[in-house]
C-alpha cells in the first residue's frame, strides 16, 4: 500500500534534513516540494520574466515541457530537458520563489505534479501545504517548527558552508519576508494541518526529530 508521508512547516524549520532521514530509514522516495516551487521560479527567471507579473509566470511555465521521473531516491525533475540542482538554491531564485508560489494558477500546477508522484510508491513529501492541501487525507502529518532565531542561525550556517557571503541579520530579514508572505497569501496559506503532529525542533537534534517522526508513522 502506497503511504505519504506529509512534512510541513516554514523556511529553515528542519524539513529537508528530517524529511530525507525518515525516507532513508523507512525505505520510502523523499520528495521536495519547494524544488519545484523553485524550478517555476528558476524558469521564469532564465527567460526573461518578471516574476511579480503573474500571467506571464503562468504562461511561461505551461510553455515548459515538464518531466517526473526517481533518481537516487529521490522524486526530481526536468525542465525543457534540464535538470536544475545548485540552480535553484541561487540567491535570485531564493529571492523570488515566494512571489511565484503565491500565484494560484502556479499552486494548481505544483499540487497537481505533487500529486502525481505518489505513481512512484510511498513517499516523504515536505513542503507547506502538503498536509492541508496535497495530501489532506493522509493520516501521516508532521508541522515542524523552531525558534525563529535558531531558524534565521541554521539558514545562516547553511548558506556561508555553500560559500554564500551574506550576513546574519538580511538572513533574519530575508525570513521574515518570507513567513509573511507564506502565512498570508490568499491561496494555501501556510497553517498546521488538522491532526499534524507539531514538533518544535529548536532543542532537539536531527536524529531526534527523525527518531519521533519514524515512531509515530510507526505506531500509526
Do not use: H
Not at 538554491?89 to 499540487?111: G, L, N, Y
Not at 555553500?162 to 518570507?178: F, I, P, T, Y
Amino acid at each position: 500500500m502506497v503511504k505519504t508521508i506529509a512534512i510541513d512547516g516554514p523556511s529553515a524549520s528542519g524539513k529537508s534534513s528530517v524529511s530525507k532521514g525518515v525516507a532513508q530509514e523507512l525505505g520510502y522516495l523523499y520528495s521536495d516540494s519547494g524544488s519545484l516551487y523553485r524550478g517555476v521560479t528558476w524558469q521564469a527567471l532564465r527567460k526573461g520574466v518578471d516574476v511579480q507579473d503573474a500571467a506571464a509566470v503562468v504562461e511561461c511555465m505551461y510553455e515548459a515541457e515538464w518531466d517526473f521521473f526517481v533518481q537516487e531516491g529521490a522524486t526530481i525533475f526536468s525542465i525543457d530537458g534540464d535538470v536544475p540542482v545548485q540552480e535553484l538554491r541561487e540567491k535570485d531564485v531564493r529571492e523570488s520563489v515566494a512571489f511565484v508560489a503565491a500565484i494560484p494558477e502556479v499552486r494548481k500546477f505544483v499540487v497537481e505534479s505533487l500529486r502525481s508522484l505518489a505513481a512512484f510508491g510511498s513517499l516523504v513529501m515536505e513542503g507547506r501545504d502538503i498536509g492541508t492541501v496535497v495530501f489532506p487525507d493522509s493520516p501521516y502529518k508532521f508541522y515542524l517548527d523552531a525558534d525563529p532565531k535558531e531558524r534565521a542561525m541554521r539558514r545562516y550556517r547553511e548558506l556561508i558552508a555553500a560559500g554564500e557571503d551574506e550576513k546574519a541579520d538580511e538572513v533574519m530579514k530575508s525570513l521574515q519576508q518570507r513567513d509573511k508572505i507564506d502565512s498570508t497569501r490568499k491561496t494555501d496559506p501556510l497553517v498546521v494541518a488538522s491532526g499534524a503532529q507539531v514538533i518544535d525542533s529548536t532543542s532537539m537534534t536531527l536524529e531526534e526529530v527523525v527518531r519521533t517522526v519514524v515512531n509515530a508513522v510507526k505506531e500509526k
